[in-house]
């Protein structure tokens, strides 16, 4: 009895060698998963945190990423221009133009609220890693080095079929309307917008009542002086 449980507690090594060896045949004979990587380029998924691009046109420098960022990592300068108006007896314009735009990466966390805070599209996610430096300063992209990255940004992803157009393709989509000289010398029997009938002159009063003159509404009682007034009288 007290036999059978001692080798119950200590099998003896041999079992265990069998078992670690079978591990390591088996293991030599699967197929290796290692990246060759730099001879071959990984596969990213589309999504993937690589680096930052920066659409210049679209940036009005408004500064709300710079403003979002948990990191403080984002620098923006800007000055003012004043566009001259075009028509005459127009007012003049001002609006942003882009200094500097400066994102420092050694600071940068990938969490992407700045890219999630442009409400003009200006921030893109690219999937680029390729940019380690030796120095930690030249991590500080400026907005030329950003602007390179936008051709490694991939298109967006196709829309749902059975989703309704963008408003942008709708637009380009819908018929010109007239133009207001052409309808006008149409005259009355020309079809107006949308080709319904043509509208009539306001103020005609054909159809519309005239306010005021007691046909449609009750006349309201006329009230009888309070005897009180009478007496202070
Ligand atoms: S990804 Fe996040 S940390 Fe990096 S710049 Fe944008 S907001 Fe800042
Ligand atoms: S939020 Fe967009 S538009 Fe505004 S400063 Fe940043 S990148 Fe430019």
């Known amino acids: 009895m007290s036999g059978a449980r001692k080798r119950g507690r200590a099998p003896g090594i041999l079992p265990?060698?069998?078992?670690?060896?079978?591990?390591?045949?088996?293991?030599?004979?699967?197929?290796?998963?290692?990246?060759?990587?730099?001879?071959?380029?990984?596969?990213?998924?589309?999504?993937?945190?690589?680096?930052?691009a920066l659409l210049e046109e679209n940036c009005t420098s408004c500064m709300l990423c710079a403003r979002e960022c948990p990191d403080w990592c984002i620098v923006i300068e800007s000055h003012k221009e004043t566009i001259p108006a075009t028509t005459p007896g127009g007012r003049d314009r001002q609006r942003n133009v882009l200094d500097t735009f400066t994102i420092d990466f050694g600071l940068c966390m990938y969490c992407g609220i700045c890219i999630e805070a442009c409400p003009f599209d200006a921030l893109f996610w690219s999937p680029q890693f390729e940019y380690a430096e030796y120095d930690l300063r030249d991590l500080l992209h400026d907005k030329e080095r950003l602007r390179g990255w936008m051709p490694t940004v991939p298109p967006p992803p196709a829309l749902d079929e059975r989703s309704a157009p963008p408003a942008e393709v709708a637009a380009a989509n819908r018929p010109a309307r007239p133009a207001a000289g052409a309808a006008a010398g149409a005259g009355a029997g020309a079809p107006g917008r949308?080709?319904?009938?043509?509208?009539?002159?306001?103020?005609?009063g054909a159809e519309r009542p005239v306010r005021g003159s007691g046909a449609e509404r009750p006349v309201r009682p006329v009230r009888a002086p309070r005897a009180r007034r009478e007496e202070d009288s």
Do not use: N, W
Not at 194 to 204: M, T
């Open 16 to 52: 265990g060698l069998v078992h670690g060896l079978v591990t390591t045949a088996r293991t030599a004979l699967r197929p290796s998963h290692t990246a060759e990587y730099p001879d071959v380029a990984p596969t990213l998924p589309p999504r993937s945190r690589g680096v930052i």
């Open 194 to 204: 949308a080709g319904g009938a043509a509208r009539p002159a306001r103020g005609d």
